[in-house]
């Protein structure tokens, strides 16, 4: 069967694990989807060092690593976990560089799909979801700060270059309506 890589870009709380999860729900019985993040690399290493698993650690982290070791240190991690995935299909969920583009553009049958969703929208889903541990009493200056950390500021660069863009500002149902219609477009179902 053939295989699906679908990598997934958008900013902070725009909708991205919410994608891959209706994915993940709505393929074709038989086939099997893995859900790949940069971020857990990340949060690997800030584990190992005893780190908080906070957002402002795995963006310092991604730049260091980055200026330090090479621009592609992630992408090539992500890479070196995906090649054996034997999964119909593989979601890379958190492309933040172009580095990470081009590793995805490199595997057959790629789709990259830009969520976006304006930024009180944004704001309200992270504090919300409580994912990472300052979520929940984050404020709007400290979201606006992280916003626009060196981590996010290629994403919409790069949205442009992707295959559909998908807007999350309406109903978990628009959403829905949205994948389902580049699912059976691209023959996911």
Avoid: C
């Avoid at 295959?163 to 309506?177: A, F, R």
């Amino acid at each position: 069967m053939k295989q699906f890589y679908i990598g997934l870009i958008g900013k902070p709380g725009s909708g991205k694990e919410t994608v891959a999860n209706i994915i993940k729900n709505n393929v074709t019985l038989g086939r099997t989807v893995r859900h790949h993040r940069f971020s857990d690399i990340l949060y690997e290493i800030a584990n190992l060092l005893y780190l908080p698993k906070t957002r402002e650690v795995g963006q310092k982290l991604a730049v260091g690593l980055r200026d330090n070791i090479g621009k592609d240190v992630l992408s090539n991690a992500v890479r070196q976990r995906i090649t054996n995935d034997p999964s119909d299909i593989i979601i890379l969920d958190g492309i933040r560089w172009w580095p990470d583009v081009e590793m995805l553009r490199s595997f057959p049958n790629n789709f990259l799909l830009y969520i976006v969703a304006v930024p009180e929208k944004r704001f309200e889903r992270l504090k919300e979801r409580k994912e990472k541990a300052e979520e929940a009493s984050m404020t709007w200056e400290q979201f606006l700060k992280e916003d626009n950390a060196e981590n996010e500021r290629f994403i919409e660069e790069i949205g442009k270059t992707a295959d559909p863009l998908l807007n999350n500002n309406g109903t978990y149902i628009q959403l829905k309506s949205q994948i389902y219609k580049m699912m059976f477009v691209t023959k996911l179902f």
